[in-house]
T-cell receptor, first 115, second 113 residues
Framework: DSGVTQTPKHLITATGQRVTLRCSPRSGDLSVYWYQQSLDQGLQFLIQYYNGEERAKGNILERFSAQQFPDLHSELNLSSLELGDSALYFC??????????????FGPGTRLLVL | GENVEQHPSTLSVQEGDSAVIKCTYSDSASNYFPWYKQELGKRPQLIIDIRSNVGEKKDQRIAVTLNKTAKHFSLHITETQPEDSAVYFCAASIRNTGNQFYFGTGTSLTVIP
């Protein structure tokens, strides 16, 4: 168990809908990262938050948005869902405060299926 | 941005043999290289990492080597066991305004008993 939690574990929804994925980082970690993993695909970085502020952006669609709250949990919002959004969504966290790169610890993921 | 290539995409070895997975990166500013193991349907788990000021690191049956000049790094697993079967991902990271990891496309390792 990495200490990173994600809810829900599974989500089934229809095209055009909106969903929210939730992530709680490890205790003490200030940074949260969101990744998308499609079938037979690697891990695509979406976005990073550090202590409530957006720190880095990857290949995140405009239909997707995220935020990090004062208690450091984060939510990833996916709207106007398309079939191609079906994937595993991982959240990871790291300390990100020591001046060197820190290991990222991954949560168990949320499996999204868009029908 | 950084581009990480990983080879091979699939690898089958006999139990007890060694497995080697290779990654190359494009940005010479990358200075942190973690390796993750992902079993089917599970989370990626860190198995070993190396920083750019080190050429090699070992942890029991697992080792990672880094060649900064050639911009490549490799994962070596010795005395493979069936439980080593999984997908392995390499990554590179540049310390700038964030700690973003650029992942390779993964290697599916099968250890045949």
């Amino acid at each position: 168990d990495s200490g990173v939690t994600q809810t829900p574990k599974h989500l089934i929804t229809a095209t055009g809908q909106r969903v929210t994925l939730r992530c709680s980082p490890r205790s003490g970690d200030l940074s949260v990262y969101w990744y998308q993993q499609s079938l037979d695909q690697g891990l695509q970085f979406l976005i990073q938050y550090y202590n409530g502020e957006e720190r880095a952006k990857g290949n995140i669609l405009e239909r997707f948005s995220a935020q990090q709250f004062p208690d450091l949990h984060s939510e990833l919002n996916l709207s106007s869902l398309e079939l191609g959004d079906s994937a595993l969504y991982f959240c990871a966290s790291s300390v990100e405060d020591s001046g060197v790169q820190e290991t990222q610890y991954f949560g168990p993921g949320t499996r999204l299926l868009v029908l | 941005g950084e581009n990480v290539e990983q080879h091979p995409s699939t690898l089958s070895v006999q139990e007890g043999d060694s497995a080697v997975i290779k990654c190359t990166y494009s940005d010479s500013a990358s200075n942190y290289f973690p390796w993750y193991k992902q079993e089917l349907g599970k989370r990626p788990q860190l198995i070993i990492d190396i920083r750019s000021n080190v050429g090699e690191k070992k942890d029991q049956r697992i080792a990672v080597t880094l060649n900064k000049t050639a911009k490549h790094f490799s994962l070596h697993i010795t005395e493979t066991q069936p439980e080593d079967s999984a997908v392995y991902f390499c990554a590179a990271s540049i310390r700038n305004t964030g700690n973003q990891f650029y992942f390779g496309t993964g290697t599916s390792l099968t250890v045949i008993p």
